[in-house]
């Protein structure tokens, strides 16, 4: 995994601070050639790796990365699925199975109305569960997606239902059908690492808020820092700034001298904060301060493997 | 102090249902001893993986499963005799919002709940969020002066086109933007201003649904000539989801608030309060909000439902933050609005404004 991965909140109109900020970033983004200048911007300074909600737009992005094969060929996306609101406007109009059935492929192949039929009569979730993976993936045909997320909403709702089962399906599914990575993005960091083992999902990739106010790290930031001491998961930092309620370079600085964090997501719409992000994290997450196995830390931004 | 842990059952497992009994069910003072749902797809898929035990019959589950309270999260016409049956049984009650549409019924139920001292709260979770509580913080200490008009507003994108199956799109159920959007901005209202003394100018309007309204719009009077007005619209594509925002206008500032920040401009003679400066002051989310236990999709669910458990520890039944009783005054409010909205505007022919839709035939 690389040490810097792009995110993508700010192309949705989502911040965690402002809605008159969001609602600025939608306008500023809603040509999707807005997104991919960005992301090149991205790109071309090292950082090859897009976080990305199977948003519906996301797709334009993948077919301008697959009708450009020579330039991105190095290019990687790591889907985070699936897309909550179009599911809960979905479940409002149409209750929840009918929700469930309109994201459901709806013609062509046996196999999917095989598993999903029968998964609706049974009650068996694996069937249900694996066909909204493959129709969240779809777009990402052809392309590199070496780590898929569960989006945390998701996470922490069959979390709290303890639906244990469901992190298996997804961690076989998304390794035997797309050789990825599973990977699981959590708001209850301490609460998730528990269940996860017992569902046995091994050495998992867990993406949580890490900041040094710790804004939306359930359980406390020093529960946090004890379970990243403790290793046993991949670390990925996100919400560094807490919406910028921290400046960079405190929060850089802070999340440096934690142990095992292997990656940090973060979004920026500008060259210049693309740059000053990427400068400090290599100033002040030095290779050194890794701890953690296999990490891919030593080599500055980009590294091999997923 | 209530012995733990706290036994709850969860009742209509609906997208409210599912969120409240995930919170809950991760609460580390309560023990979930059953969930209910007439409808059974859910509740089996539930039932299989979760363990947890299932009901599709409401008394049924009350008389075999002992309980210390219910979570109700049902269609809105279901609340008035669920909350009472769980009452009956002497059960601590949240549920869902709206509270019970009926006025006496409402009543009868926030006298009954305080007779037997039980914790009664409804789910208007704005009134955990930490800008909204903040705006109310500023107004009890009088920091804009004299408050003149007051507008809430909320939109969001959840009725785009012409149909759906649920419940929310039927009347009687208490479907339609007025109790499903409408009523959370008029719930801050009623914390801010209390009831207002009358309505007009009401507008219940389908912009895409068949059979209830999906924008609503009204003038809320007060005493002393004090106004607010509510906009509310849920087929607002605009809005990536439900965006719920306050402005409050008086004689030495104004003050603006939605889930993710409090701006407050404060005039050159208006009392600062601490850490509060002439001009604009912004606080943000981050400031503003508490920690929770466990987050599900926003602090607020989870700190409305560590409240309620909170207040069934400490057998606090008296005053808790959205009892039945500031329910029931929203509840009066929404009644109000659709009275108001069906006697239409006065007009000098005495017509009403537009004819009543119809469907246009071939030559119609």
């Given at each position: 995994?690389?040490?810097?991965?792009?995110?993508?909140?700010?192309?949705?109109?989502?911040?965690?601070?402002?809605?008159?900020?969001?609602?600025?970033?939608?306008?500023?983004?809603?040509?999707?050639?807005?997104?991919?200048?960005?992301?090149?911007?991205?790109?071309?300074?090292?950082?090859?790796?897009?976080?990305?909600?199977?948003?519906?737009?996301?797709?334009?992005?993948?077919?301008?990365?697959?009708?450009?094969?020579?330039?991105?060929?190095?290019?990687?996306?790591?889907?985070?699925?699936?897309?909550?609101?179009?599911?809960?406007?979905?479940?409002?109009?149409?209750?929840?199975?009918?929700?469930?059935?309109?994201?459901?492929?709806?013609?062509?192949l046996l196999n999917a109305a095989l598993r999903g039929?029968?998964?609706?009569?049974?009650?068996?979730?694996?069937?249900?569960?694996?066909?909204?993976?493959?129709?969240?993936?779809?777009?990402?045909?052809?392309?590199?997606?070496?780590?898929?997320?569960?989006?945390?909403?998701?996470?922490?709702?069959?979390?709290?239902?303890?639906?244990?089962?469901?992190?298996?399906?997804?961690?076989?599914?998304?390794?035997?059908?797309?050789?990825?990575?599973?990977?699981?993005?959590?708001?209850?960091?301490?609460?998730?690492?528990?269940?996860?083992?017992?569902?046995?999902?091994?050495?998992?990739?867990?993406?949580?808020?890490?900041?040094?106010?710790?804004?939306?790290?359930?359980?406390?930031?020093?529960?946090?820092?004890?379970?990243?001491?403790?290793?046993?998961?991949?670390?990925?930092?996100?919400?560094?700034?807490?919406?910028?309620?921290?400046?960079?370079?405190?929060?850089?600085?802070?999340?440096?001298?934690?142990?095992?964090?292997?990656?940090?997501?973060?979004?920026?719409?500008?060259?210049?904060?693309?740059?000053?992000?990427?400068?400090?994290?290599?100033?002040?997450?030095?290779?050194?301060?890794?701890?953690?196995?296999?990490?891919?830390?030593?080599?500055?931004?980009?590294?091999?493997?997923? | 102090?209530?012995?733990?842990?706290?036994?709850?059952?969860?009742?209509?497992?609906?997208?409210?249902?599912?969120?409240?009994?995930?919170?809950?069910?991760?609460?580390?003072?309560?023990?979930?001893?059953?969930?209910?749902?007439?409808?059974?797809?859910?509740?089996?898929?539930?039932?299989?993986?979760?363990?947890?035990?299932?009901?599709?019959?409401?008394?049924?589950?009350?008389?075999?499963?002992?309980?210390?309270?219910?979570?109700?999260?049902?269609?809105?016409?279901?609340?008035?005799?669920?909350?009472?049956?769980?009452?009956?049984?002497?059960?601590?009650?949240?549920?869902?919002?709206?509270?019970?549409?009926?006025?006496?019924?409402?009543?009868?139920?926030?006298?009954?709940?305080?007779?037997?001292?039980?914790?009664?709260?409804?789910?208007?979770?704005?009134?955990?969020?930490?800008?909204?509580?903040?705006?109310?913080?500023?107004?009890?200490?009088?920091?804009?002066?004299?408050?003149?008009?007051?507008?809430?507003?909320?939109?969001?994108?959840?009725?785009l086109k012409g149909k759906g199956g649920t419940w929310?799109?039927?009347?009687?159920?208490?479907?339609?933007?007025?109790?499903?959007?409408?009523?959370?901005?008029?719930?801050?209202?009623?914390?801010?201003l209390g009831t207002p003394q009358g309505v007009g100018?009401?507008?219940?309007?389908?912009?895409?649904?068949?059979?209830?309204?999906?924008?609503?719009?009204?003038?809320?009077?007060?005493?002393?000539?004090?106004?607010?007005?509510?906009?509310?619209?849920?087929?607002?594509?605009?809005?990536?989801?439900?965006?719920?925002?306050?402005?409050?206008?008086?004689?030495?500032?104004?003050?603006?608030?939605?889930?993710?920040?409090?701006?407050?401009?404060?005039?050159?003679?208006?009392?600062?309060?601490?850490?509060?400066?002439?001009?604009?002051?912004?606080?943000?989310?981050?400031?503003?909000?508490?920690?929770?236990?466990?987050?599900?999709?926003?602090?607020?669910?989870?700190?409305?439902?560590?409240?309620?458990?909170?207040?069934?520890?400490?057998?606090?039944?008296?005053?808790?933050?959205?009892?039945?009783?500031?329910?029931?005054?929203?509840?009066?409010?929404?009644?109000?609005?659709?009275?108001?909205?069906?006697?239409?505007?006065?007009?000098?022919?005495?017509?009403?404004?537009?004819?009543?839709?119809?469907?246009?035939?071939?030559?119609?």
């Open positions: 995994m690389d040490r810097l991965l792009f995110g993508d909140n700010q192309f949705f109109g989502i911040n965690h601070m402002s809605e008159e900020k969001a609602r600025a970033q939608s306008m500023r983004f809603q040509e999707i050639s807005a997104v991919i200048d960005v992301l090149d911007c991205a790109f071309d300074q090292g950082i090859r790796t897009f976080m990305c909600t199977t948003h519906d737009r996301i797709a334009q992005v993948a077919d301008h990365m697959r009708a450009n094969p020579s330039r991105y060929a190095s290019y990687q996306f790591y889907p985070c699925m699936p897309y909550a609101h179009k599911y809960a406007n979905a479940v409002t109009e149409d209750g929840m199975v009918g929700a469930i059935r309109r994201f459901l492929p709806s013609e062509g039929g029968k998964s609706l009569a049974t009650k068996d979730i694996e069937g249900i569960t694996t066909l909204l993976i493959d129709s969240e993936m779809k777009m990402f045909e052809g392309l590199n997606t070496p780590v898929v997320f569960l989006q945390n909403v998701v996470v922490d709702l069959l979390l709290g239902l303890g639906f244990k089962d469901a992190f298996r399906v997804f961690a076989q599914h998304v390794r035997k059908r797309y050789g990825a990575e599973p990977g699981f993005i959590t708001m209850n960091l301490p609460a998730l690492l528990p269940v996860l083992r017992e569902a046995g999902v091994e050495n998992p990739i867990v993406c949580s808020n890490i900041n040094k106010i710790g804004f939306r790290m359930c359980g406390g930031v020093d529960e946090y820092e004890r379970l990243l001491r403790g290793g046993g998961f991949r670390a990925v930092a996100m919400s560094v700034f807490a919406s910028g309620a921290i400046p960079a370079e405190e929060a850089i600085r802070w999340l440096g001298q934690l142990p095992n964090v292997e990656a940090m997501v973060f979004g920026a719409s500008s060259a210049s904060n693309i740059r000053s992000t990427r400068e400090l994290v290599e100033r002040l997450m030095p290779a050194a301060a890794s701890q953690g196995a296999g990490s891919g830390f030593q080599q500055p931004l980009v590294s091999v493997g997923g | 102090m209530t012995t733990l842990p706290i036994r709850v059952a969860v009742v209509g497992l609906g997208k409210m249902g599912l969120s409240h009994l995930a919170i809950i069910n991760a609460h580390p003072d309560v023990r979930v001893c059953a969930i209910c749902d007439a409808s059974g797809y859910v509740l089996d898929v539930l039932g299989k993986y979760t363990g947890l035990k299932t009901y599709t019959n409401y008394q049924s589950m009350l008389a075999e499963v002992e309980l210390d309270a219910v979570v109700i999260a049902t269609p809105t016409s279901l609340h008035a005799t669920m909350v009472r049956q769980a009452l009956e049984r002497g059960l601590h009650v949240f549920c869902e919002k709206p509270f019970c549409l009926d006025g006496d019924e409402g009543e009868a139920l926030v006298q009954m709940a305080a007779q037997n001292g039980l914790v009664n709260q409804v789910g208007y979770h704005n009134r955990f969020v930490g800008a909204f509580q903040e705006v109310q913080r500023l107004l009890a200490q009088g920091v804009i002066g004299e408050v003149t008009h007051v507008k809430v507003e909320a939109y969001g994108p959840v009725v929310r799109a039927e009347h009687g159920k208490g479907g339609g933007c007025l109790y499903d959007y409408a009523a959370h901005p008029l719930n801050l209202l009623t914390w801010y100018g009401t507008i219940l309007n389908p912009v895409f649904s068949e059979h209830v309204d999906d924008e609503v719009y009204s003038t809320l009077y007060y005493p002393d000539g004090v106004s607010a007005q509510l906009s509310v619209s849920w087929s607002d594509e605009s809005f990536r989801k439900m965006s719920t925002s306050v402005t409050v206008l008086g004689k030495l500032g104004r003050i603006r608030a939605d889930r993710q920040e409090c701006q407050v401009f404060l005039r050159n003679n208006a009392v600062l309060p601490e850490g509060y400066t002439q001009g604009w002051n912004i606080r943000y989310t981050t400031d503003l909000t508490l920690p929770v236990w466990f987050y599900v999709r926003g602090e607020e669910y989870s700190a409305q439902i560590d409240y309620f458990v909170a207040k069934i520890k400490m057998q606090a039944a008296a005053d808790n933050v959205n009892d039945f009783a500031s329910a029931l005054a929203t509840d009066k409010v929404l009644a109000m609005l659709v009275a108001d909205a069906a006697k239409g505007a006065s007009t000098t022919s005495g017509a009403p404004v537009t004819a009543p839709k119809k469907k246009r035939f071939i030559f119609g």
